[in-house]
């Protein structure tokens, strides 16, 4: 890919990354589209709140192809923080690039370089592609149930 770049997400880049996290939400994961005003203000929450997370997208030519968020938290049996991959996202057409890859490496190059007792994220059972990225990655399943409640 020429002119590749993994970075940061920056308040110039929220248009596209609105576009880019409605097609994730809406389109990938079939959920109800929020509104434009609540996904701005958790994108500027972000941005705002740098001890919350952080996002990284990937450009080209000035477009974003994909985005990675890790929201932070605590370990308290490790006495330090700890990120959750919460979303790694590329768009259909620039698939099969390696750009998962190297949102995923950026983000573990993050909490590795700040000092994070680790990384943890889930994906959905029934999707075998982020499976097989995390595996080859070098992920493993945890030995912690995970349980939710609404």
Same mark, same amino acid.
């Given at each position: %890919?020429?002119? !590749?770049?993994?970075?940061?997400?920056?308040? /110039?880049?929220?248009?596209?990354?609105?576009? !880019? %996290?409605?097609?994730?939400?809406?389109?990938?994961?079939?959920?109800?589209?929020?509104?434009?005003?609540?996904?701005?203000?958790?994108?500027?929450? !972000?941005?705002?709140n740098?001890?919350?997370?952080? #996002?990284?997208?990937? /450009? #080209?030519?000035?477009?974003?192809?994909?985005?990675?968020?890790?929201?932070?938290?605590?370990?308290?049996?490790q006495?330090?923080?700890?990120?959750?991959?919460?979303?790694? =996202?590329?768009?259909?057409?620039?698939?099969?690039?390696?750009?998962?890859?190297?949102?995923? #490496?950026?983000? !573990?190059?993050?909490?590795?370089?700040?000092? =994070?007792?680790?990384?943890?994220?889930?994906?959905?059972?029934?999707?075998?592609?982020?499976?097989?990225?995390?595996?080859? %990655?070098?992920?493993q399943?945890?030995?912690?149930?995970?349980?939710?409640?609404?």
């Amino acid at each position: %890919m020429r002119d !590749l770049a993994i970075r940061t997400a920056n308040r /110039e880049d929220i248009p596209q990354l609105l576009n !880019l %996290m409605y097609q994730y939400i809406v389109d990938f994961y079939k959920r109800p589209k929020p509104t434009e005003e609540s996904l701005k203000g958790l994108i500027q929450h !972000l941005l705002d709140n740098p001890a919350s997370g952080i #996002q990284f997208v990937a /450009e #080209q030519d000035g477009k974003l192809l994909g985005f990675a968020t890790l929201y932070f938290s605590f370990s308290t049996l490790q006495v330090k923080k700890m990120a959750i991959l919460n979303d790694l =996202f590329v768009i259909p057409e620039a698939r099969g690039q390696k750009l998962g890859e190297k949102l995923f #490496q950026t983000c !573990l190059s993050y909490i590795r370089e700040n000092d =994070f007792a680790y990384m943890t994220w889930e994906t959905a059972k029934d999707n075998l592609v982020a499976q097989s990225l995390y595996n080859k %990655m070098g992920g493993q399943l945890s030995e912690w149930l995970v349980y939710e409640i609404s």
